[in-house]
T-cell receptor, first 114, second 115 residues
Framework: GENVEQHPSTLSVQEGDSAVIKCTYS??????FPWYKQELGKRPQLIID?????GEKKDQRIAVTLNKTAKHFSLHITETQPEDSAVYFCAANYYGGSQGNLIFGKGTKLSVKP | DTGVSQDPRHKITKRGQNVTFRCDPI?????LYWYRQTLGQGPEFLTYFQNEAQLEKSRLLSDRFSAERPKGSFSTLEIQRTEQGDSAMYLC?????????????FGEGSWLTVV
């Protein structure tokens, strides 16, 4: 089945620096890759997603890149702020079931130090 | 609030008791998902519904777990004879459409503690 690996598990940056989180996936049929941000005790919230027909997508300080050949995708956060501190999860959809579902990575705990 | 809502938000139960969680999806969404999340892990897929039909179940969903969505709107997740290993946050989510590539929106989750 689909497997999503996420690195690093923890990431600490200074405010204003950039942060990069990387994920790899195994199912070449996957074509949808969302990123979720989860603050302590809260629900995962979608921050950006990318589909396989594009290689890059940007939304203000957040960008995601996708390399389908290598089966990896990355989240880039520029000009980090303390409120960016949270756990970030990547995911890939999986067609192994009848209609598929999202398989999540184990998460990256991002800490932005003022 | 037009988001996904879950009830109760927190539940503490004794081992061996049954618990039931309810999820109300976003009103126009026809897909409804249940995920489980433990500390330090990403959400793990349990099952999903397309309208009232339960189309897929994870191997994580043992026979003590049952989910229903009788009218294609709200859903319930029941855990029978709870075990300490069932302690987790149970997340409900919903999406529109027929495909797995549509955006999934999560509820705030139902925290279960089995003592």
């Amino acid at each position: 089945g689909e497997n999503v690996e996420q690195h690093p598990s923890t990431l600490s940056v200074q405010e204003g620096d950039s942060a990069v989180i990387k994920c790899t996936y195994s199912d070449s049929a996957s074509n949808y890759f969302p990123w979720y941000k989860q603050e302590l005790g809260k629900r995962p919230q979608l921050i950006i997603d990318i589909r396989s027909n594009v290689g890059e997508k940007k939304d203000q300080r957040i960008a995601v890149t996708l390399n389908k050949t290598a089966k990896h995708f990355s989240l880039h956060i520029t000009e980090t702020q303390p409120e960016d501190s949270a756990v970030y999860f990547c995911a890939a959809n999986y067609y192994g079931g009848s209609q598929g579902n999202l398989i999540f990575g184990k998460g990256t705990k991002l800490s932005v130090k003022p | 609030d037009t988001g996904v809502s879950q009830d109760p938000r927190h539940k503490i139960t004794k081992r061996g008791q049954n618990v039931t969680f309810r999820c109300d999806p976003i009103s126009e969404h026809n897909r409804l998902y249940w995920y489980r999340q433990t500390l330090g892990q990403g959400p793990e897929f349990l099952t999903y519904f397309q309208n009232e039909a339960q189309l897929e179940k994870s191997r994580l969903l043992s026979d003590r777990f049952s989910a229903e969505r009788p009218k294609g709107s709200f859903s319930t997740l029941e855990i029978q004879r709870t075990e300490q290993g069932d302690s987790a946050m149970y997340l409900c989510a919903s999406s529109m459409g027929q495909h797995s590539g549509n955006t999934i929106y999560f509820g705030e989750g139902s925290w279960l503690t089995v003592v």
